[in-house]
């Protein structure tokens, strides 16, 4: 369905429309119509091109913009800026008795106005950003599409295999962590493996909303994902590693047979690499100290069991 902004955005017109006719009706209400020899013309075509500009923003942003926080901010703080350049444009035909409460009414909606417009941008600023960043994800997913997984969106193991090379080689400090799913081959026997999917894209966006944008993220095997952290210190990989880990500890699966949320536990190693480091052995070693962990938690669940 065709985006129609006269439907989506029938509050915010309602809103400006309602804004000019009020300045009008002020201003011929209160107001005495000047003579002709006493109206500025030239102010006339200053003041009214402020105001026919004004609305032309107004339009574009209603066309353009779905409805969100950030269009009702910025919609409201030009109208407003436009019933106050609407009530000047309006005093240069008509002459106004010398009332107080106008004059407040004249001035303030422009200085909010602009207040308003400026939290908009602000806003809009931190919408763009988020959007950017998925954006060049996106971007260079679509770039290497034969090194991406086709169920996450995540690069394979070549593609960190190759990136792990390229690094190894700078002076940078480098960290790779490994994320293990635990007992993610019972919840597809139990679920069924289009839900082990699902669970895993989600799992997929969790990472990279927890990850920075340097950061390689992948799906290295069915149920472990790695992150390359380049140029990052010991503190910054152990705090990153703890981000993810409580990330996916709190996150609520809904299973769609059953409805009901499904938490996920797992298991994380983290490595640092160096120019004297390898591919395989760093690899290798981190899957060695992965196992391990998972080892050694399957021998205090037991314990506790018992």
């Known amino acids: 369905m065709r985006f129609n902004p006269f439907i989506s955005h029938r509050l915010l017109i309602n809103a ?99 207040l308003l417009t400026s939290v908009g941008l602000y806003y809009w600023h931190q919408e763009q950003y988020v959007l950017n960043r998925q954006l060049r994800r996106r971007e260079a997913h679509l770039r290497e599409h034969d090194k991406v997984c086709s169920v996450t969106g995540l690069y394979k193991a070549q593609y960190l295999d190759s990136a792990i090379k390229e690094q190894l080689t700078s002076k940078q400090p480098l960290w790779l962590g490994a994320i293990d799913i635990r007992d993610f081959s019972h919840f597809n026997s139990e679920f069924g493996f289009s839900e082990g999917d699902r669970l895993l894209r989600e799992i997929s966006e969790l990472l990279l909303m927890n990850c920075r944008l340097s950061d390689v ?19 910054q990989a152990k705090e990153l590693m703890a981000q993810i880990k409580g990330a996916l500890k709190h996150c609520a699966f809904k299973v769609e047979a059953s409805k009901k949320a499904k938490f996920q536990y797992v298991t994380t190693a983290l490595i640092q690499g160096n120019t004297h480091s390898s591919t395989d052995k760093l690899t290798s070693q981190l899957h060695s100290q992965l196992q391990q962990k998972k080892h050694q938690q399957k021998i205090a669940h037991r314990a506790h069991v018992c």
Do not use: N
Not at 57 to 72: D, E, F, G, N, Q
Not at 92 to 98: D, F, G, N, R
Not at 217 to 235: I, K, S
């Open 16 to 114: 400006i429309i309602a804004m000019f006719f009020s300045a009008v009706f002020l201003s011929s209400y209160l107001g005495v119509l000047k003579t002709y020899a006493s109206i500025q013309w030239l102010d006339i075509m200053g003041e009214g091109g402020i105001v026919l500009m004004t609305l032309v923003w107004i339009a574009a942003l209603l066309i353009s913009r779905p409805p969100s926080k950030v269009t009702t901010y910025l919609v409201i703080g030009v109208g407003l800026f436009m019933f106050s350049a609407t009530l000047d444009l309006l005093d240069e035909w008509l002459m106004h008795p010398a009332h107080q409460w106008l004059s407040w009414i004249e001035s303030l909606p422009a200085p909010l106005g602009m």
């Open 217 to 235: 993220v992948c799906r290295y095997a069915g149920d472990c994902f790695m992150v390359l952290m380049p140029a990052t210190t010991e503190q």
